[in-house]
């Protein structure tokens, strides 16, 4: 299923109406207001990047839509984006290219295929970007490639205006978080902060939210964060609804209060109102 909560984005991106139908290799039918054919006709080399398949559809949309975006614009801050675009669809595409088709070799024989360009078109990239300056790119080079001259340079923006974003934020918090809990939590509370409505929001920001308060066995705001991702997900995860339903039982939590919290929470969040707690 493809996940709409990206596709909104393409809203304040390149503020289309929707058409009456959409190319076949992403969606089957019109909705939410996204143009997605338009920018297919528009741009055919890059929507054809990969050989047809049915698995990591909103993966190469993903990369489809950054693609565009490094192209019309070229910016580093695009780059990134493309860069774990491409890290998504490889890793989905890594689990698509293990199942084998009895009848349908060529199945197989595709995702293959559309893996190592995927794989090849990532490195490229990367070597192309190497020497940027931009924060993104510089946390990027550090966390996938131990850079450590990429961190130095990184570490050196904290505290100015370019970092004041919920992605540059959250990179710093990343770093914090096996050195300094209370400003980890500070970082990560500032990056939902500095969430802009109709963007994406970080899926990870959340999660780490729910580690340290477990960690430190505060589960009442464990619970709260989790359930708060729960909710960003667009489908039920019965895993996390199981560790929700340990932290209630075992702490004796009240989940109905603390479940319209964390709805309450969302909303701020998504609404670009979140205001950091005491902490």
Not at 194 to 200: A, I, N, R, S, V
Not at 238 to 266: C, R
């Given at each position: 299923?493809?996940?709409?909560?990206?596709?909104?984005?393409?809203?304040?991106?390149?503020?289309?109406?929707?058409?009456?139908?959409?190319?076949?290799?992403f969606?089957?039918?019109?909705?939410?207001?996204?143009?997605?054919?338009?920018?297919?006709?528009?741009?055919?080399?890059?929507c054809?990047?990969?050989?047809?398949?049915?698995?990591?559809k909103?993966?190469?949309?993903?990369?489809?839509?950054?693609?565009?975006?490094?192209?019309?614009?070229?910016?580093?801050?695009?780059?990134?984006?493309?860069?774990?675009?491409?890290?998504?669809?490889?890793?989905?595409?890594?689990?698509?290219?293990?199942?084998?088709?009895?009848?349908?070799?060529?199945?197989?024989?595709?995702?293959?295929?559309?893996?190592?360009?995927?794989?090849?078109?990532?490195?490229?990239?990367?070597?192309?970007?190497?020497?940027?300056?931009?924060?993104?790119?510089?946390?990027?080079?550090?966390?996938?490639?131990?850079?450590?001259?990429?961190?130095?340079?990184f570490?050196?923006?904290?505290?100015?205006?370019?970092?004041e974003?919920?992605?540059?934020?959250y990179?710093?918090a990343?770093?914090?978080?096996?050195?300094?809990?209370?400003?980890?939590?500070?970082?990560?509370?500032?990056a939902?902060e500095?969430?802009?409505?109709?963007?994406?929001l970080s899926?990870?920001?959340?999660?780490?939210?729910?580690?340290?308060?477990?960690?430190?066995?505060?589960?009442?705001?464990?619970?709260?964060?989790?359930r708060?991702?729960?909710?960003?997900?667009?489908?039920?995860?019965?895993?996390?609804?199981?560790?929700?339903?340990?932290?209630?039982?075992?702490?004796?939590?009240?989940?109905?209060?603390?479940?319209?919290?964390?709805?309450?929470?969302?909303?701020?969040?998504?609404?670009?109102?979140?205001?950091?707690?005491s902490?």
């Open positions: 299923m493809i996940n709409f909560r990206k596709i909104k984005q393409l809203k304040s991106r390149y503020g289309m109406k929707c058409g009456t139908a959409l190319l076949a290799l969606l089957t039918g019109c909705g939410d207001n996204a143009n997605l054919a338009q920018l297919c006709q528009d741009n055919e080399e890059i054809n990047e990969f050989g047809q398949d049915s698995w990591c909103s993966q190469r949309i993903e990369v489809a839509l950054n693609r565009i975006g490094v192209k019309d614009k070229n910016l580093d801050a695009d780059k990134y984006n493309l860069l774990i675009a491409y890290e998504g669809y490889i890793k989905c595409m890594s689990l698509a290219s293990q199942i084998q088709h009895i009848k349908l070799k060529e199945k197989t024989t595709l995702r293959k295929n559309n893996l190592l360009q995927a794989k090849a078109n990532l490195s490229l990239l990367s070597e192309q970007s190497a020497n940027s300056k931009h924060p993104h790119l510089l946390y990027y080079y550090w966390s996938r490639e131990s850079n450590e001259l990429a961190l130095e340079e570490l050196q923006l904290e505290g100015s205006a370019i970092l974003n919920s992605t540059a934020q990179h710093l990343t770093y914090y978080i096996k050195r300094n809990t209370k400003k980890t939590l500070g970082l990560l509370y500032r939902l500095l969430h802009q409505p109709g963007t994406e899926p990870e920001v959340l999660q780490t939210l729910t580690t340290i308060f477990t960690q430190k066995k505060q589960y009442k705001q464990a619970y709260i964060w989790l708060t991702y729960q909710l960003l997900l667009d489908k039920p995860d019965d895993m996390i609804e199981t560790s929700l339903k340990g932290y209630q039982q075992a702490n004796k939590l009240d989940a109905d209060f603390l479940d319209k919290v964390a709805s309450t929470t969302l909303a701020k969040i998504e609404a670009g109102k979140f205001t950091s707690p902490y």
